[in-house]
T-cell receptor
Framework: AQSVTQPDIHITVSEGASLELRCNYSYGATPYLFWYVQSPGQGLQLLLKYFSGDTLVQGIKGFEAEFKRSQSSFNLRKPSVHWSDAAEYFCAVGAGYGGATNKLIFGTGTLLAVQP | DGGITQSPKYLFRKEGQNVTLSCEQNLNHDAMYWYRQDPGQGLRLIYYSQIVNDFQKGDIAEGYSVSREKKESFPLTVTSAQKNPTAFYLC??????????????FGPGTRLTVL
């Protein structure tokens, strides 16, 4: 069965430090992969996505992610974190029939705190 | 402005009452979705609809019902049969074109509390 694992429930980084959030997936075919961000009490905003091609994808707000098929991973990175990046981050894999993104499988999220 | 709207933002319900959550989109998206979010559990799919007058159960459909009479609207009813309805509910929509534009976009959510 398809699944997504985000092993870090809670991460704290200092403002200006680099960030890497881990995501591992289980899916038989070439996956469609997504990172979303959620501020408290808000909906999810798409940060970036990977469908095919270059395995390093750039997103909004200075985020990037790298697809590594051999490791079944799609880790999210940012070179310098800002206080406004504090939020919850969700990794998802598109695993649906009738369209690869018809059904998204979400990880349980990583809550990012940023220290001044 | 194009987007997905959900109303109300906060909703309180007494036990035994049905309640309907609204979701409207003006993105001309074909597919719409309802998710439930609980702390530490990520998002779980309740129902989805790919075209008007058709919808399918997701992973946790028991105690919920939906309708899709218009392309723009996909209301969710939380019935009294739902044993633990207190949660954050998110609506999403998707343009079913395939390819790199095939992505789900989310509304701002409705927080339902059962008193």
């Amino acid at each position: 069965a398809q699944s997504v694992t985000q092993p870090d429930i809670h991460i704290t980084v200092s403002e200006g430090a680099s960030l890497e959030l881990r995501c591992n997936y289980s899916y038989g075919a070439t996956p469609y992969l997504f990172w979303y961000v959620q501020s408290p009490g808000q909906g999810l905003q798409l940060l970036l996505k990977y469908f095919s091609g270059d395995t390093l994808v750039q997103g909004i707000k200075g985020f990037e992610a790298e697809f590594k098929r051999s490791q079944s991973s799609f880790n999210l990175r940012k070179p310098s974190v800002h206080w406004s990046d504090a939020a919850e981050y969700f990794c998802a894999v598109g695993a649906g029939y009738g369209g690869a993104t018809n059904k998204l499988i979400f990880g349980t999220g990583t809550l990012l705190a940023v220290q001044p | 402005d194009g987007g997905i709207t959900q109303s109300p933002k906060y909703l309180f319900r007494k036990e035994g009452q049905n309640v309907t959550l609204s979701c409207e989109q003006n993105l001309n998206h074909d597919a719409m979705y309802w998710y439930r979010q609980d702390p530490g559990q990520g998002l779980r799919l309740i129902y989805y609809s790919q075209i008007v007058n058709d919808f399918q159960k997701g992973d946790i459909a028991e105690g919920y019902s939906v309708s899709r009479e218009k392309k723009e609207s996909f209301p969710l009813t939380v019935t009294s049969a739902q044993k633990n309805p207190t949660a954050f509910y998110l609506c999403a929509s998707r343009y079913t074109s395939g390819g790199s534009t095939d992505t789900q976009y989310f509304g701002p959510g409705t927080r339902l509390t059962v008193l």
